[in-house]
């Protein structure tokens, strides 16, 4: 297998110093976006919808449970007998105690499924997740937040019985919160996959032969076309 090259300390120093300077570069690019983001305008999203929950029939304001702001991951529904491995790359990603503590900060994670409840909480509870969850099964939910049969993340802002959507993303906008994702970005490698900018003779396979992220009838091609 082919290495990084082997340099003495000084010469390494060197070129880390180097690297960081970009690295600054992007940090202070994120915080520039992030601050764009907190001045994006918001917009009136209806609460028609019924959601299924653990606790019985919610609406969409009814998910804030009390809190200010809400996010919600779309969780794809891939039929009967499979369960989105990309879906699940991201939700094994999700630390157990992330609800507690972004609830902490006035904010509610909720997966969200067009999965029937019981068969979510029987694959939640077989992969050890503790993310709330709800299923929008017979609404309009996942295709108004642009989900549709794909995945999707929207961040809604409550003020009393309305609701507002202020955020959503797909595709990289999701990868990048994984944390798996994060930490093979610093290491050598990478992620190992063939859109990857890497030198010649590293390790790579194509999105759609990552074991984390098989899955059937061809929606591992779609997770690939979705990483622009």
């Given at each position: 297998m082919t290495r990084p090259e082997i340099v003495e300390p000084d010469v390494w120093q060197t070129a880390r110093d180097d690297l960081l300077v970009a690295e600054k570069e992007a940090t202070r690019a994120l915080d520039a976006l992030a601050a764009r983001r907190r001045r994006l305008p918001m917009t009136p999203f209806p609460?028609?919808?019924?959601?299924?929950?653990?606790?019985?029939?919610?609406?969409?304001?009814?998910?804030?449970?009390?809190?200010?702001?809400?996010?919600?991951?779309?969780?794809?529904?891939?039929?009967?007998?499979?369960?989105?491995?990309?879906?699940?790359?991201?939700?094994?990603?999700?630390?157990?105690?992330?609800?507690?503590?972004?609830?902490?900060?006035?904010?509610?994670?909720?997966?969200?499924?067009?999965?029937?409840l019981d068969r979510f909480a029987a694959y939640r509870e077989r992969k050890g997740w503790t993310m709330p969850y709800a299923c929008s099964r017979g609404t309009t939910f996942a295709d108004d937040t642009g989900a549709g049969s794909g995945f999707a993340l929207s961040v809604f802002l409550r003020d009393g019985n309305d609701v507002y959507r202020s955020y959503a993303t797909t595709a990289r906008g999701i990868d990048r919160l994984a944390f798996v994702n994060g930490v093979l970005d610093l290491a050598p490698y990478g992620r190992g996959e063939t859109w990857e900018d890497s030198p010649a003779g590293w390790p790579q396979v194509p999105s759609a032969e990552n074991p984390c992220l098989l899955t059937a009838d061809g929606v591992a091609t779609s997770y690939g076309r979705w990483r622009n």
């Open positions: 609460d028609t919808y019924t959601f299924t929950t653990p606790d019985g029939p919610r609406t969409l304001a009814g998910l804030f449970d009390g809190h200010d702001v809400l996010v919600t991951y779309q969780f794809m529904d891939i039929g009967p007998d499979h369960y989105c491995s990309g879906c699940t790359y991201f939700s094994d990603s999700v630390p157990a105690h992330a609800p507690t503590l972004l609830a902490e900060h006035g904010v509610r994670w909720m997966h969200v499924t067009e999965m029937d």
